[in-house]
């Protein structure tokens, strides 16, 4: 692929280290897909200002996949999944940009280093330089790119989402997404075509064939977790809600954690299963977040706690039954300062409220929240105005996107004249 050219070592320029990176690719359902081993550069001994400088590369954003997904259960869209091979590979090195790299350990020769000619992973611009590459293949296939989302692409038959390298396509006819995947390998883009959507970044996407109806799951990422948490022994029984009633708290001169497992890693995992296919362990999760870097052993157990539900419900997850109208539907709450009396009263945390909310798309959740909000509410009812207005701004870009898609698709949608809100104060005390 003409990647770089063996020259001189060069005299004061800042030459790269390299490195082998080796891993295994997997369904998402666990099971091996393939051995991958890399070439990689050390992209930390870069400097920002010589050796890069943008960085910034979008990725589609997981309520668009929602949508797409719901469009594709009211429609019975067709959908095909695409990855790139060597995908930061494609890219150029732009002219007079000079980029040294040490040459892989067994090939090494004396004075002798690579001068890239394309770019490599581990490359600080690299990921930049694919999005920008992708966009204008893309582009030249005649699909748009979308203002509200940059990593999705409106087509006259086919819309296509991006997550980096890895592609989803949906149209009504199968053949318009042959047409264009075609269109994309004649234009340089080393593209292969999977069968249906059925996965998608660890996320499976199971179609009842009776009911129609869409369940996204991530049952070998639960599995990690229970595996992880030592809980995958047969004697460990589950639990049928993810967190205790009274609320997680500090506990500074708690017992200290008896280090069984990784308490970052685990908070890690929950927080990408609580934010795709699981908002019922979305409030536990953030809990037990708070306290990631200061762990005591009541938070091992609130992780645990999480464990053994989640194995009681590993076979579950987000269910998409979306209505007959995309129908666009916010529902935030909050709490007044839910940790007061519980924390310590001179720590300025435990009068802090939390911020909750679903917003659904025909029924359907496409976006989440649990969270303490970052200002001190001084009644309930600033804390319920605190917890509309972040609702709101994930609200509005979402009903534009409906919009959008809705027209694209010639499928009905609400005429949104104005933007109107009701708040609910659900604390008053008679």
Not at 77 to 100: C, M, P, R, W
Not at 141 to 155: H, N, R, V
Not at 198 to 222: C, H, N, P
Request: overall charge neutral; charged content about 25%.
């Amino acid at each position: 692929m003409g990647v770089w050219e063996v020259v001189d070592r060069p005299e004061g320029a800042n030459v790269i280290d390299s490195t082998l990176a080796f891993r295994i690719k997997r369904f998402p359902d666990g099971l091996i897909k393939k051995f991958k081993a890399r070439f990689c550069v050390r992209g930390d001994q870069q400097v920002h200002g010589i050796d890069f400088f943008e960085t910034y590369a979008p990725v589609v954003q997981w309520k668009t996949v929602r949508l797409m997904l719901i469009l594709e259960v009211l429609l019975k869209l067709k959908s095909k999944q695409g990855d790139i091979t060597a995908a930061f590979v494609h890219s150029d090195v732009e002219e007079g940009e000079n980029i040294y790299v040490e040459m892989p350990r067994c090939f090494r020769k004396q004075g002798k280093v690579l001068k890239l000619k394309k770019r490599l992973y581990g490359l600080r611009q690299s990921p930049r330089a694919f999005w920008l590459y992708l966009t204008k293949k893309l582009n030249l296939c005649g699909m748009k790119q979308s203002t509200l989302d940059p990593s999705l692409f409106i087509g006259e038959k086919v819309i296509c989402i991006c997550y980096v390298d890895d592609l989803i396509f949906w149209a009504m006819d199968e053949a318009d997404i042959d047409t264009l995947a075609n269109q994309l390998i004649a234009a340089g883009v080393s593209l292969e075509q999977e069968s249906d959507a059925a996965g998608f970044l660890g996320v499976r996407m199971e179609i009842d064939q009776a009911t129609g109806l869409m369940e996204m799951k991530q049952t070998s990422l639960i599995d990690r977790v229970i595996k992880t948490l030592g809980l995958d022994l047969g004697t460990t029984s589950g639990k049928f809600n993810p967190a205790e009633a009274k609320p997680l708290v500090k506990d500074a001169d708690g017992e200290p954690v008896l280090g069984e497992f990784s308490y970052s890693s685990v908070v890690g995992m929950l927080l990408y299963l609580a934010g795709h296919t699981r908002p019922d362990i979305a409030y536990a999760v953030n809990c037990c977040a708070r306290y990631m870097f200061c762990p005591k052993r009541s938070h091992e157990l609130a992780l645990k706690r999480i464990g053994r539900y989640l194995k009681a419900t590993r076979d579950r997850g987000l269910v998409l039954n979306p209505s007959k109208l995309l129908k666009v539907d916010c529902y935030p709450d909050a709490d007044f300062a839910g940790l007061y009396g519980h924390e310590n009263p001179s720590d300025p945390s435990c009068v802090k409220s939390r911020t909750g909310f679903v917003i659904t798309v025909a029924n359907c959740p496409v976006f989440w929240q649990s969270k303490l909000q970052t200002e001190t509410a001084l009644s309930t009812m600033e804390a319920e105005i605190v917890t509309l207005v972040h609702s709101c701004r994930e609200l509005f870009p979402i009903m534009d996107m409906v919009t959008l898609l809705g027209t694209k698709v010639d499928f009905a949608t609400p005429v949104y004249t104005s933007k109107q809100a009701l708040c609910h104060e659900d604390d008053l005390v008679s």
